[in-house]
């Protein structure tokens, strides 16, 4: 069983920073993708930014130039570095842990953090 644990939320000014960080357990993150998502009050679930065992990286729309997603196998850590953040930014940010190929069907959350930005 994997755990995850999500740090680095908070309250952040339009056009601020913040760094989510996700401190997975086991011995198998460095052999899953690793995701973060989002949701707003009143909306669904949202992918932001993942990245597979093989570093290959994807970003939603609204994120690209503005968040990067990176992960240290070795610390089995992700991390989402977010700049100039906007007030539609403001969400519940999960962790994610996903398995494909001989890990399909693993699929493991973390328990959230909020980010806000607000003036």
């Known amino acids: 069983q994997v755990q995850l644990v999500e740090s680095g939320g908070g309250l952040v000014q339009p056009g601020g920073s913040l760094r989510l960080s996700c401190a997975a357990s086991?011995?198998?993150?460095?052999?899953?993708?690793t995701g973060w998502y989002r949701q707003a009050p009143g909306k669904q679930r949202e992918l932001v930014a993942a990245?597979?065992?093989?570093?290959?990286?994807n970003y939603a729309d609204s994120v690209k130039g503005r968040f990067t997603i990176s992960r240290d196998n070795a610390k089995n850590t992700v991390y989402l570095q977010m700049n100039s953040l906007k007030p539609e930014d403001t969400a519940v940010y999960y962790c994610?842990?996903?398995?494909?190929?001989?890990?399909?069907?693993?699929?493991?959350w973390g328990q959230g953090t909020q980010v806000t930005v607000s003036s």
């Open positions: 086991g011995s198998i993150f460095s052999r899953l993708t």
């Open positions: 990245i597979t065992s093989g570093g290959r990286i």
């Open positions: 994610n842990l996903k398995g494909s190929g001989t890990y399909y069907g693993l699929d493991y």
